[in-house]
């Protein structure tokens, strides 16, 4: 069964730092490029972060460019998120998603059940 | 950044009704939009890509249409497990997700 496991999340005061991660399992995860996506409570989704198959490549949004890190572990299926300098807006549950080329582009074809981040005093 | 306007925000339906969604960029994604359903407490699930193609399993009560900056998510029939909420997502320009249609029993 393909599946996406997160973990780490958790209660960090307003400055703190995070350290997410994502175990996959079922595919081969060396072959996808994987991103993480989060969803603050009762908002959309916002995509945060992405890593290339073989991480050469990394991408931020703008809302966490210089405070996240992105990368991954081909040799143990894991992908992880490195959270510094964590802001109230950063509160969200925070999702691994596998990445895929169709047509046009890339999307989100199996997505991990979630891990919750509270940022909060 | 493209933004995605979703309409409405809350749609109520009977079973057996049609539900007709609609999703708006900011500017042309062309057909690089993804629509995907969420049920309360899960991941979100992939229904729709390159605007109108089907995922793996999805039935064919669902489909969708649109390009450039108008879009459509149409379920033919809902059925009581289709209550939940869509996301449209555009993969144009990086990634940038609507704020959600939730789709209510009447």
């Known amino acids: 069964e393909v599946q996406l496991v997160e973990s780490g999340g958790g209660l960090v005061q307003p400055g703190g730092s995070l350290r997410l991660s994502c175990a996959a399992s079922g595919f081969t995860f060396s072959n996808y490029a994987m991103h993480w996506v989060r969803q603050a409570p009762g908002k959309g989704l916002e995509s945060v972060s992405a890593?290339?198959?073989?991480?050469?490549?990394?991408y931020y949004a703008d809302s966490v460019k210089g405070r996240f890190t992105i990368s991954r572990d081909n040799s143990k299926n894991t992908l992880c998120l490195q959270m510094g300098s964590l802001r109230a807006e950063d509160m969200a549950v925070y999702y691994c998603?596998?990445?895929?080329?169709?047509?046009?582009?890339?999307?989100?074809?199996?997505w991990g059940q979630g891990t919750m981040v509270t940022v909060s005093s | 950044e493209i933004v995605m306007t979703q309409s409405p925000a809350t749609l109520s339906v009977s079973p057996g009704e049609r539900a007709t969604l609609s999703c708006r960029a900011s500017?042309?994604?062309?057909?690089?939009l993804a629509w995907y359903q969420q049920k309360p407490g899960q991941a979100p699930r992939l229904l729709i890509y390159?605007?109108?193609t089907r995922a793996t399993g999805i039935p064919a009560r669902f489909s969708g249409s649109g390009s450039g900056t108008e879009f459509t998510l149409t379920i033919s029939s809902l059925q009581s497990e289709d209550f939940a909420v869509y996301h449209c997502q555009q993969y144009n320009n990086w990634f940038t997700f609507g704020g959600g249609t939730k789709v209510e029993i009447k």
């Open positions: 500017r042309s994604v062309r057909s690089n």
């Open positions: 390159d605007s109108s």
């Open positions: 890593i290339g198959s073989d991480a050469d490549t990394t």
């Open positions: 998603a596998r990445a895929v080329n169709v047509g046009g582009g890339i999307i989100y074809d199996i």
